[in-house]
């Protein structure tokens, strides 16, 4: 069973970077893509970046230009560099993967932005 593990959330200034890593745990599978969603209260879930395994990219229209995606193929992990946080990036970030038509989702890591 594969798991995802994700670290590197907490709470952060406005202005602020973080770093969001994702773990796969386990071996011998095939990941198409990896990626985040976050979702805030009150709010649905929503797309904030996914790589695939070709390394094309694709971001959620409120994070382009401050977040920035990457994988490492050999440790089957992804990151998400966060920078120039705002309060409206408050959310728990869940990572989420692709693996053999198979969809996994991260326990979340919570995210918060101070003003």
């Known amino acids: 069973q594969v798991q995802l593990v994700e670290s590197g959330g907490g709470l952060v200034q406005s202005g602020g970077s973080l770093r969001l890593s994702c773990a796969a745990s386990?071996?011998?599978?095939?990941?198409?893509?990896m990626g985040w969603y976050r979702q805030a209260p009150g709010k649905q879930r929503e797309l904030v970046a996914l790589i695939r395994s070709g390394g094309t990219t694709t971001y959620g229209d409120s994070v382009k230009g401050r977040f920035t995606i990457s994988r490492d193929n050999v440790k089957n992990t992804v990151y998400l560099q966060i920078n120039s946080l705002k309060p409206e990036d408050t959310a728990v970030y869940y990572c989420n993967a692709l693996i053999s038509r198979q969809v996994f989702w991260g326990q979340g890591t919570q995210v918060t932005v101070s003003s």
């Open positions: 386990g071996s011998g599978f095939n990941i198409v893509t």
